[in-house]
């Protein structure tokens, strides 16, 4: 019994971690896209061309 509670505890931090984990990617990835769209319109603004 008292296994199969660790066991349940540790599945549970692992799929916990691996949600922090995807957050932190899609936050990252997100920050990644939104400086690379901020530097296409800084180019495009320096080059005329209306976004």
């Known amino acids: 019994m008292k296994s199969n509670y660790l066991d349940t ?14 957050l932190l990617m899609s936050r990252s990835r997100h920050k990644l896209q939104n400086r690379q769209q901020t530097m296409l319109h800084r180019a495009a603004s320096e080059l005329g061309i209306d976004t």
């Open 9 to 22: 505890q540790s599945d549970d931090k692992s799929r916990l971690i691996s949600a922090q984990a995807r």
